[in-house]
C-alpha cells in the first residue's frame, strides 16, 4: 500500500520558468492539501482540493499559483514565472475524509524547488 | 488568529536523558493538538494527537497533554535514542476548518551518543 507519492523529489527550475509539483494521494483517499515549508520556517498551508473542487485556498498567492486535483490522475500544483523566493520545499497531504479534525493527513516527502 | 508557537531549537541531549519540547497555541475555537515528526529527506510523520482538553497523546514512549488552562501541549519522552534525532512540529487543526493543519515552526532534537 503506497504512501503519498511525490515527483519529483527534487526540481531546479531558472527564473521566469514553470514548476509543476505532483502528488499521488493514498488509495482511496480523496482529499488532498499542499504546504509549503520555507528554509527555517514551519509548514505553511497552501490549498486544499478534493476531486475537481477546491475547498480552501486561502494559503495561495494570489498570482502564478495554481492547483488542481483532476477526476483521474494526481494532483498538481503550478507555479508560474518561478522567482527565487519560491525555492521551498512543498509538501503534500492526503486524507480520507475530514471528520473534525480526527481524520489524520498522511504526508508525501516533498518536492524541494529550487530557483537559481 | 491561530497560531502555534513552539521552543527554538537545536536541542542536543545525551542518550537516556529527559526531553521536554514546549508548545503553545493560540486558537479562536476548539482545537485538535498534533505532534508529528520529520526524520531528515522524509516527510512529516504523525507522532501523537489529542482532540479535547485533558486528553493525553502518547506513542513510542513520547507523550503530550492538552491543557486548555494554559493553552500548552508539551511533548515529553522520559528517555531519548539517537533515532530520536528528527525535527519535531507541533500543529492544530480548529473544529469545522477542515483538515487545515496550522504548524508552528519546528523544534530540532539532536540526541549525542
Known amino acids: 500500500n503506497a504512501g503519498v507519492m511525490q515527483n519529483p523529489r527534487h526540481l531546479v527550475r531558472r527564473r521566469g520558468q514553470e514548476a509543476r509539483l505532483r502528488c499521488s494521494p493514498m488509495k482511496g483517499h480523496s482529499h488532498v492539501y499542499w504546504y509549503r515549508q520555507l528554509p527555517e520556517e514551519g509548514l505553511k498551508f497552501m490549498v486544499y482540493?478534493?476531486?475537481?473542487?477546491?475547498?480552501?485556498e486561502s494559503g495561495m498567492p494570489k498570482e502564478r499559483f495554481s492547483a488542481e486535483f483532476p477526476k483521474e490522475g494526481p494532483s498538481i500544483l503550478r507555479i508560474q514565472q518561478v522567482v527565487r523566493g519560491d525555492s521551498a520545499a512543498y509538501f503534500c497531504a492526503s486524507s480520507p475524509a475530514v471528520t473534525q479534525g480526527r481524520t489524520e493527513a498522511f504526508f508525501g516527502q516533498g518536492t524541494r524547488l529550487t530557483v537559481v | 488568529g491561530n497560531s502555534v508557537t513552539q521552543m527554538e531549537g537545536p536541542v542536543t541531549l545525551s542518550e537516556e536523558a529527559f526531553l521536554t519540547i514546549n508548545c503553545t497555541y493560540t486558537a479562536t475555537g476548539y482545537p485538535s493538538l498534533f505532534w508529528y515528526v520529520q526524520y531528515p529527506g522524509e516527510g512529516l510523520q504523525l507522532l501523537l494527537k489529542a482532540t479535547k482538553a485533558d486528553d493525553k497523546g502518547s506513542n513510542k514512549g513520547f507523550e503530550a497533554t492538552y491543557r486548555k488552562e494554559t493553552t500548552s501541549f508539551h511533548l515529553e519522552k522520559g528517555s531519548v535514542q539517537v533515532s530520536d534525532s528528527a525535527v519535531y512540529f507541533c500543529a492544530l487543526i480548529l473544529t469545522g476548518g477542515g483538515n487545515k493543519l496550522t504548524f508552528g515552526t519546528g523544534t530540532q532534537l539532536k540526541v549525542e551518543l
Open positions: 482540493l478534493q476531486k475537481e473542487n477546491i475547498i480552501d
